[in-house]
């Protein structure tokens, strides 16, 4: 038997698998977009739908060439619709994001407008004390009005809220271009060679629009996650947006208290002015706390509670009558809280 007889009779089955057919892949390709526009699903659509074909040369009559040549420029076509699609997901995203953030900053502007809205007759309560009391001296509230005035400033009050954060820019357009018809209708000719060149420019063309696809895809997966950050923050930190506004009002608060502990009753009631302005005085510190309340500041110390060391900070223990033993005994400065979050700690004395 010759050498070639026996190369034949030996030569190795081939038993690669069949490659997919463009039908099957375009279907895979659709499938996996459409479930990642609608779900949160991290799935890139377009891993492994464009495998390596293979490198073996094949035999094609003019036909075939033709259809093949036919149902590229349709992948290539379905492709650029998907990747609109990805492109108006992304706008929608990039329009969420922003209406998020919007709402985030919006909505700590109005609260802060709206507590300020709440304490600005405290304020003009102050103004009138201070200027119509001549005969006395107000430089304390003038100082406590023109600290809760500054404080006013200092975040912005008034009744408009901030302005809206315009829309993040659209993304590009597409510049990849097509060209070659979807419906080009080649006569037969026998120049084989101008048809292959044909389908090298879709394949070329298939292959950038299917990266830009997997870019694309990439970005709508990135801006989903942004978006669940920025719902999840704004729900977790509404509730304190008031935070630093109230360390600051509490500051006056402070005032208020001093400017009625520092008129004991003896001068009070030996000053008949000094009485009324004093009174005047409280009213505009229960107004002040009930106005705390209504946004969720509230103090945490009083003569007679359980001491707590989370809320509370002893300065020292002193002996009290009758008063049980860890009890607050003195409120020397007083602790608040928002939404039970600790503002500030309270300074106490605690009864042995």
């Known amino acids: 038997m010759s050498d070639k007889n026996q190369e034949e009779q030996t030569a190795p089955e081939d038993n690669t698998t069949a490659e997919p057919t463009l039908e099957e892949r375009l279907s895979k390709l659709q499938e996996r977009a459409k479930q990642n526009m609608e779900d949160d699903d991290d799935t890139n659509p377009f891993e492994g739908i464009f495998e390596e074909e293979s490198d073996e040369d094949e035999e094609f009559t003019l036909e075939e060439l033709q259809e093949e040549l036919q149902e590229l420029n349709g992948k290539l076509n379905e492709i650029k619709q998907s990747n609109d699609n990805i492109r108006v997901s992304l706008q929608s995203l ?7 953030e919007d709402k985030a900053n919006s909505y700590k502007q109005e609260q802060i407008n709206a507590l300020g809205a709440e304490l600005q007759p405290t304020l003009e309560t102050l103004t009138e004390i201070a200027e119509n009391n001549d005969s006395l001296d107000t430089s304390g509230l003038t100082m406590v009005q023109k600290q809760l005035s500054d404080t006013f400033n200092k975040f912005s009050v008034s009744d408009t809220t901030t302005a809206s954060t315009e829309n993040a820019p659209t993304s590009e357009d597409n510049t990849a271009q097509n060209d070659t018809s979807s419906e080009s209708d080649f006569k037969d000719t026998d120049d084989m060679d101008k048809i292959d060149a044909q389908i090298d420019v879709v394949c070329g063309l298939l292959d950038k629009e299917a990266a830009t696809g997997q870019e694309l895809t990439n970005e709508m997966m990135t801006k989903k ?5 920025a719902s999840r ?3 977790a930190k509404k509730d304190f947006v008031l935070e630093k ?3 600051e009002l509490i500051m006056v608060a402070d005032n208020i208290d001093r400017a009625i502990e520092s008129t004991p009753t003896e001068k009070r009631q030996a000053d008949k002015d000094l009485d009324q302005m004093t009174t005047k005085i409280e009213v505009v510190a229960q107004s002040l706390s009930d106005s705390f ?8 110390a009083k003569t007679g509670q359980k001491f707590d060391p989370n809320y509370h900070n002893a300065l020292f ?6 008063a049980e033993k860890n009890t607050i005994a003195q409120v020397m400065e007083n602790g608040y809280t928002l939404n039970k979050r600790l503002l500030r700690e309270a300074k106490v004395g605690i009864a042995k």
């Open 94 to 100: 990039d329009t969420s994001i922003a209406e998020v």
């Open 245 to 247: 506004f109230a360390k």
């Open 293 to 300: 309340n209504k946004f969720g500041i509230e103090k945490t």
């Open 225 to 229: 996650r942004t978006l669940k950050r």
């Open 233 to 235: 923050d704004f729900d």
């Open 317 to 322: 223990a002193m002996d009290v009558k009758d």
